[in-house]
């Protein structure tokens, strides 16, 4: 059991990265002098301290498995420890079995939602109450957490500075704070039986007043952006016209939104594969998230090479689970596919202008995508239908999804909101399709959404920029 439980730890510790293994150490605070932690500089040494604390130990993992549950490592939870998200948080709902303070939580989600501009905000208004040496550029914002808390100026009872510091010019988590101080009220009323005030929970007895928490998206730049464009192929039939105007809309955007992006075009099968797999294997350790556009042609979960053979989708999303791409584990992971999923048209259908209903979802099977946390699919149309590209304008789906990334990304909306607002718009325009019958004919395109994101994703957008969208 012993050699077990060696093996485990040195697994994890194996996975982790410098990050996470400063989260790790933020987290641990309250169980493990801070003197200690300091002098602790890879996983190792770190789990070494929790078996020395009795934290940890053959056959009890709890705390091993409620940190690694907040950082959001699912996937070594999954693989190492049998548990799941689901699982840790029904028991962590239990009162008292959570090990981490929700002090502590609370600050580690502040940190991770600060962005770097923010960061520097609170750096900046803290100039007279923390050592100049402290406020360095490569200060973390829990680096400067814990130098607060060393000055006395942020405690578990005592956030008065901190909201004054946030409310100036994030509101948002501003409330999350006034959020954890009127739970700790209503603790201090029902110490025993009652976590949160039965008149605010959902129908589950999930607190309905909590903000729903976002990916960071700290680094510059957040991510690559590659975008596989195909458009001209081995059958000159094939060939694509207006798709390189769908690569320079997505360029244009995603340089804007501070990724690094990289087209490639005309690929075949094997190499649109073999592409995604190259990007999968490199180290995104630095960066908060990974986009890819994919134009081709395309059938049923498939998409077509430009020498006519077909790669799955399945295998291209797969290529970024946990175990393929651990320096992406609880980062989001963002596929476009612009390409027919069939050959059938949509056809119109009236409707009340008011009508607001649900997707059909047997066309939809469990195995379009794989089981894989944080990750989301856009597809330019649902299954067994064409997608329309127009030769001079482009793709409808991807110059409707770039102009509202374009128009909404400056007021901080969510992906998911955003590519709703597009399914809304392409589903509401009709096309006429002139080589289907004489006069031509009216079709509809459907684009469709899946998504296993545990979080909102707000792309950040330059600050200098912001004020001129």
């Known amino acids: 059991m012993s050699t077990d439980f060696h093996k485990l730890l040195f697994e994890v510790s194996e996975a982790l990265v410098t990050d996470e293994l400063a989260a790790l150490k933020f987290l641990s605070l309250d169980h493990v002098p801070m003197r200690k932690l300091e002098a602790i500089q890879e996983p190792k040494a770190f789990f070494e301290v929790l078996k020395e604390k009795d934290m940890i130990e053959a056959g009890n993992v709890a705390f091993l498995r409620e940190l690694l549950y907040l950082i959001g490592r699912i996937d070594l939870l999954t693989a190492h420890l049998g548990s799941s998200r689901e699982q840790m948080e029904r028991e962590l709902q239990v009162q008292g079995r959570a090990k981490v303070s929700a002090y ?74 006034d959020i954890y101080e009127e739970k700790k009220k209503e603790e201090l009323h029902y110490p025993v039986s009652v976590s949160v005030h039965p008149g605010e929970q959902g129908a589950e007895g999930t607190p309905t007043h909590l903000p729903v928490e976002t990916y960071k998206m700290k680094n510059i730049p957040h991510g690559y952006c590659v975008i596989l464009n195909n458009y001209i192929f081995n059958n000159p039939r094939c060939n694509r016209k207006g798709t390189v105007k769908d690569g320079e809309a997505v360029k244009r955007v995603f340089k804007w939104l501070q990724f690094e992006t990289v087209e490639h075009m005309d690929l075949e099968a094997k190499e649109i594969y073999e592409k995604v797999k190259e990007y999968s294997k490199r180290d995104h350790r630095n960066m908060d998230c990974f986009v890819c556009f994919i134009f081709s042609h395309g059938e049923k979960h498939k998409i077509k090479g430009i020498d006519d053979e077909f790669v799955n989708i399945k295998d291209l999303v797969s290529c970024f689970s946990g175990s393929n791409c651990p320096s992406l584990a609880g980062k989001p992971k963002v596929f476009f596919i612009q390409a027919c999923q069939g050959s059938v048209g949509h056809p119109a259908v009236p409707v009340e202008a008011d009508f607001s209903g649900y997707v059909e979802t047997d066309a939809t099977p469990l195995t379009s995508i794989p089981d894989l946390a944080d990750i989301l699919v856009g597809m330019s149309t649902v299954e067994d239908y064409l997608s329309f590209r127009s030769s001079e304008t482009g793709s409808v789906y991807i ?63 330059p600050q200098e920029q912001s004020s001129k969208k």
């Not at 939580?105 to 923010?118: K, M, N």
């Not at 990334?405 to 909306?413: D, G, T």
């Not at 006069?439 to 994703?457: A, C």
Request: hydrophobic share 40%.
């Open 104 to 177: 502590r939580q609370l600050l580690y989600g502040i940190a991770e939602d600060l962005t770097p501009e923010d960061v520097k905000c609170v750096k900046f208004l803290l100039q007279k109450k923390l050592p100049k040496n402290k406020l360095q550029d490569n200060a973390s914002m829990l680096q400067v957490f814990l130098e607060m808390e060393r000055n006395g100026i942020i405690k578990e009872d005592d956030l008065t500075m901190l909201k004054d510091i946030l409310k100036a010019f994030r509101a948002d988590i501003k409330r999350k704070i």
């Open 399 to 461: 110059q409707c999804l770039c102009d509202k990334m374009e128009s909404l990304c400056p007021h901080r909306m969510d992906l998911l909101t955003i590519l709703t607002m597009v399914n809304k718009e392409v589903g509401g325009k009709e096309f006429k399709v002139w080589n289907q019958m004489p006069g031509g004919k009216l079709e509809k395109q459907m684009p469709q959404i899946i998504t296993t994101l545990r979080k909102q994703l707000i792309f950040e957008i």
